[in-house]
């Protein structure tokens, strides 16, 4: 089956993890093909087969050049809580974000099939 929706941008040195009793993969950050930082999420609907951009909101975590993209970073999914955990990473200029864990609340995705 093909997919739809808005496809993500080329990337990179991003992660991607399933999330949502497997449901979904989100797909956050990386470089692109210009090698520029990217700091966008997007969810791929395996059911439904379509790329669901998500919009992000309150505290975002910049690096010390004030960037909000970051590559090579670690990132795991807390299934209790329903949050992203990020830890570090490069910004565009190859600096290291502060080492310090982010954490994403993601919303709630109803299970509509």
Same mark, same amino acid.
């Given at each position: ?6 496809? !993500? =941008? #080329? ?5 991607? &993890? ?9 797909? *956050? ?23 669901? !951009? =998500? #919009? ?5 975590? &910049? ?9 090579? *970073? ?40």
């Amino acid at each position: 089956m093909p997919a739809n929706g808005l496809f !993500p =941008i #080329a990337r990179y040195c991003h992660k991607s &993890t399933l999330i949502s009793n497997e449901r979904y993969l989100l797909v *956050f950050a990386g470089l692109n093909v210009n090698r520029q930082t990217l700091g966008d999420m997007i969810l791929f609907d395996i059911n439904k087969s379509i790329w669901i !951009p =998500i #919009a992000q909101a309150g505290f975002i975590p &910049t690096n010390e050049d004030k960037q909000f993209g970051r590559y090579n *970073f670690g990132m795991d999914y807390d299934k209790i809580n329903n949050r992203l955990i990020i830890f570090g990473g490069q910004s565009n200029k190859g600096t290291f974000c502060k080492p310090i864990l982010n954490l994403f609340q993601l919303p709630d995705f109803k299970q509509n099939n």
